[in-house]
């Protein structure tokens, strides 16, 4: 009813559909007697034959009022699905609606092993789930050493703008993840990029990566790159590659200083050295020296996300890619 609801309000025309992926076959198992309701008729499972897997789910909004130029894929981080870019924790509007509002084509995705994407047993590994408290020092709510199960003992940074009553709300939309599926995600990206673009694409956290891979597959389709705290950089050895595609790298607060996102950040800024030594466009923005302050690594949930997305939408205009 809400997305209902907001389709009407907005003027939108909406859909989905499931993109990229393979057909397996598997062979040689025994057949099983499975009762799939309890107290039901038992069934015979034959589980020999070809299964459909690594598919991505891939959800569109199409606003009337068009003013980007190009389509705008929003592609979340490890762990996370595309709820990430809806309604925010504390029931706050989040960057889908945002940027539904400035006229964007909008393509928000659950990656491959993700969300509505679904995941199979023939992933390899096991699935990876941050216990409760983890994200509270790894998404920089708080700094190391401060979560505590007593919330009246938990700290935060001074100023920090996620909206910390709503913490377990945000908890509750995580998700496993694998290691060892990140060129079957790629691979779906590339999919989704063939099928929709030239486009803007836009990534969070791990999926950084997965930005800058498709880019240097495909940098005759990607406009633009808008990188919210990526993980990682490009390959420094395909610069020449993508130097024509303008890319936009931001960081929130106490990225420069937290043990291990200095580090990630320092390398982005490694990177984008290299990529601007070869005649790239790449603009590194710290928001904190913009005068935006507070923000944690979920950046389009904290309370001042609006502010952020400012700054994405001005440079975007300023590339020519929306009136």
Not at 228 to 248: M, Q, S, Y
Request: charged share 25%; net charge positive; with cysteine.
């Amino acid at each position: 009813m809400r997305r209902s609801m907001m389709a009407l309000a907005l003027g939108l025309g909406m859909g989905s559909f499931h993109i990229g992926g393979r057909v397996i076959e598997i062979t040689g198992q025994p057949i099983k007697e499975v009762v799939f309701t309890p107290g039901g008729v038992p069934a015979k499972m034959d589980p020999n034959g070809k299964y459909q897997v690594e598919q991505m789910y891939v959800q569109y909004f199409l606003p009337q009022n068009r003013r980007g130029k190009l389509p705008l894929l929003l592609w979340h981080g490890g762990g996370l699905t595309g709820v990430t870019y809806e309604t925010k924790p504390d029931g706050g509007e989040g960057w889908l609606t945002y940027f539904i509002r400035k006229g964007w084509d909008t393509y928000i995705s659950d990656a491959v092993e993700r969300g509505r994407a679904g995941w199979t047993n023939t992933l390899k590994g096991d699935p990876l789930f941050l216990p409760v408290g983890d994200p509270w020092e790894r998404f920089r709510i708080g700094p190391p050493g401060s979560w505590n199960e007593d919330k009246a003992k938990r700290a935060s940074y001074p100023g920090v703008q996620f909206p910390i009553e709503a913490y377990a709300q945000f908890m509750k939309q995580a998700v496993p993840r694998w290691l060892t599926t990140d060129e079957q995600i790629v691979a779906a990206y590339i999919e989704l990029v063939d099928k929709v673009c030239p486009c803007v694409v836009l990534v969070h956290s791990q999926s950084g990566s997965f930005g800058y891979k498709v880019l240097e597959a495909r940098p005759e389709k990607v406009k633009a790159l808008v990188a919210v705290e990526p993980t990682l950089g490009g390959d420094r050895n395909k610069v020449d590659a993508i130097k024509g595609t303008p890319i936009l790298v931001l960081y929130g607060d106490n990225a420069k200083d937290h043990p291990r996102w200095s580090k990630i950040r320092q390398g982005g800024v490694d990177y984008a050295a290299v990529l601007k030594s070869a005649g790239g466009s790449i603009d590194v923005v710290d928001l904190p020296d913009v005068g935006i302050k507070g923000n944690s690594h979920m950046v389009m949930m904290d309370k001042n996300s609006d502010m952020v997305a400012d700054v994405i939408q001005k440079w975007l205009v300023g590339k020519g890619l929306a009136d």
